[in-house]
């Protein structure tokens, strides 16, 4: 696979998927592959666990009755916008903005797998955390894109999976009983 950003079409093809509502997006993202350059090495992971989180009126998401701040402003950029948060004072979590420019709908990257010659083990990308841990990604990456070449992250194609299951959030208080996790399912 060509780790390197995404060539014009592509890149056209993985913002048409970005540009949906955030349901149809954290599906779209399946199977997609998230690609960190990191000094001279290259960490490319699959993504097999998304949530979506729906912006202004959803109680779970950051951008919950349009708080607007600036830790939160790339929630309200283009899709493929990247907004990392810093959790329970110790983890970080990876988010891409969808739907359109100025709504804050996101999607939150649960888990991913490695993709062979990556250097990561399967267990380091299970988990919001143990994913941006290894691929070493805190709240400086907020606001970049994952098209910019000059970001470090990028978004290429990948496989989209042949099943999926549909479950509540997790890790959550509020709106946890929303089904808008998705993750690849076994055959």
């Known amino acids: 696979m060509d780790l390197r950003p995404a060539p014009a079409a592509e890149a056209r093809r993985l ?7 955030p349901q149809e997006a954290a599906r779209f993202l399946l199977g997609q592959v998230l690609v960190r350059r990191v000094a001279r090495r290259l960490i490319a992971v699959r993504i097999v666990e ?23 402003e790339p929630l309200w950029g283009p899709p493929g916008t990247v907004y990392v948060y810093f959790i329970y004072g110790m983890y ?12 804050p709908g ?15 083990q399967p267990f380091d990308c299970r988990g919001p955390g143990r994913l ?3 691929l070493a990604l805190d709240t400086s990456h907020s606001g970049l894109s994952v098209f910019a070449e000059k970001s470090g992250l990028w978004l290429r194609e990948g496989t989209a999976p042949a099943r999926v299951s549909v479950s509540p959030r997790v890790g959550i208080t509020k709106a ?12």
């Open 15 to 21: 913002r048409r998927g970005l540009s949906q509502p």
């Open 50 to 72: 998304t949530e979506a989180y729906l912006g202004i009126d959803d109680p779970a998401a950051h951008a919950y009755g349009g708080r607007r701040t600036a830790r939160t």
């Open 92 to 103: 970080h979590c990876l988010n891409l903005s969808v739907d359109r420019e100025g709504a």
């Open 106 to 120: 996101c999607v939150l990257i649960r888990a991913a797998e490695p993709l062979a010659g990556s250097g990561v």
């Open 132 to 134: 941006c841990r290894a």
């Open 176 to 187: 946890a009983e929303r089904e808008l996790r998705r993750l690849e399912s076994a055959l």
